[in-house]
């Protein structure tokens, strides 16, 4: 299985995601795209978790920890809740999400690390709107310009000028979000299906594997899955904790021990070493 990371917008990606590769889906929308990896065992719902990342969003500016900020953010989203059949789910969410002694197993990691990869998730649908918008912005200056019939080569007129500031009112969205890849890698991580290879196109994270001297393999054989990916695609395999750039084995946290191989696909990211 192959998923794609740290983008899990097809539209984000230039020509789309490739041939067979996943994008990871978090659980925000009741139905998950087509060509997504919806992972098992979620711990929020669909209902909860937009409930969580728009109090989150609401309410963030008056938390520093962001830990704080997402429980306080799941507790509001339960307590819109209301009471139910469902109210000892909610209770054992909140503990979950807030690490508070007394839930089943008392592991709040899970929920924190659908919550990150939620707020990334939104995050990029947000840059997308905001690329639509200043896109069809754009096109109404430009259809507004020909309207008054301003022609761009009547240089030294007044209608050039003020053609050239309809054309520049809007500052184009270039590029994709950024966000801290590190603590990504360890929430995908988490829900990715023994087995699963991830797949990069981005420079940052092979520059930081190579600099941290993880090696790369050109091994096609060693890597079956490779057969449908670029030519030229490496893979560096090592546990979460080395691909997330932690400086020593994280205690109490088997899930950054398991061993991860992350294909880096040939192009920009391909010229790290």
């Known amino acids: 299985m192959l998923v794609f990371f740290p983008t899990m917008h097809a539209e984000l990606l230039p020509g789309g995601a490739p041939s067979g590769v996943l994008l990871l889906d978090p659980g925000y929308e009741d139905a998950g795209p087509e060509g997504g990896l919806r992972p098992s065992g979620l711990p929020l719902d669909p209902a909860t978790a937009r409930a969580l990342v728009r109090d989150s969003v609401r309410f963030g500016e008056q938390f520093q920890a962001p830990g704080d900020l997402a429980a306080y953010g799941l507790t509001e989203a339960l307590k819109e809740a209301g009471e139910g059949?469902?109210?000892?789910?909610?209770?054992?969410?909140?503990?979950?999400?807030?690490?508070?002694?007394?839930?089943?197993?008392?592991?709040?990691?899970?929920?924190?690390?659908?919550?990150?990869?939620?707020?990334?998730?939104?995050?990029?649908?947000?840059?997308?709107?905001?690329?639509?918008?200043?896109?069809?912005?754009?096109?109404?200056?430009?259809?507004?310009?020909?309207?008054?019939?301003?022609?761009?080569?009547?240089?030294?007129?007044?209608?050039?000028?003020?053609?050239?500031?309809?054309?520049?009112?809007t500052a184009p969205v270039v590029g994709r979000p950024q966000y801290p890849w590190r603590v990504l890698l360890e929430a995908a991580a988490f829900f990715l299906p023994e087995g699963a290879l991830l797949v990069t196109s981005e420079a940052e994270p092979a520059s930081a594997w190579a600099e941290a001297g993880l090696a790369a393999s050109r091994d096609a054989a060693a890597h079956p899955?490779?057969?449908?990916?670029?030519?030229?695609?490496?893979?560096?395999?090592?546990?979460?904790?080395?691909?997330?750039?932690?400086?020593?084995?994280?205690?109490?946290?088997?899930?950054?021990?398991?061993?991860?191989?992350?294909?880096?696909?040939?192009?920009?990211?391909?010229?790290?070493?």
């Open 85 to 169: 059949s469902a109210s000892s789910i909610q209770a054992e969410l909140a503990r979950r999400m807030s690490g508070l002694p007394g839930a089943p197993q008392g592991d709040p990691v899970p929920a924190q690390a659908q919550m990150t990869l939620l707020l990334a998730w939104f995050y990029e649908e947000r840059f997308l709107e905001m690329q639509r918008l200043e896109q069809g912005l754009a096109a109404s200056w430009e259809a507004f310009g020909r309207g008054l019939g301003l022609e761009p080569e009547e240089e030294g007129t007044g209608e050039a000028e003020l053609d050239r500031a309809l054309t520049g009112l």
């Open 225 to 273: 899955a490779l057969a449908g990916l670029p030519a030229g695609t490496r893979v560096v395999s090592a546990p979460v904790w080395k691909l997330s750039g932690r400086r020593r084995e994280p205690a109490g946290r088997p899930d950054l021990l398991r061993r991860l191989d992350a294909a880096v696909l040939p192009g920009e990211a391909g010229e790290a070493r």
